[in-house]
């Protein structure tokens, strides 16, 4: 599964650093997560992350295969 994780705000590299197994890209105010996703616990683990680095998060939906 490959997912995409929309964030409001442009993340810093540090921050960026603290999810190693996602690309991202930055656009129009938003940092975009993406890439795959090994299992629902994963999923969760990484919108822990999200929560527990106080990113907003705006979307996130599955990619197509």
Request: aromatic share 8%; hydrophobic share 45%; proline share 6%.
């Amino acid at each position: 599964m490959r997912y995409e994780i929309r964030v409001e705000g442009h993340m810093s590299e540090p921050l960026t650093a603290a999810f190693p197994e996602l690309e991202h890209v930055t656009m129009a105010g938003q940092t975009v997560l993406f890439g795959p996703v090994v299992d629902e616990a994963h999923l969760y683990g990484l919108l822990a992350r999200c929560q527990a680095f106080g990113l907003r998060l705006m979307e996130m939906r599955r990619l197509p295969e």
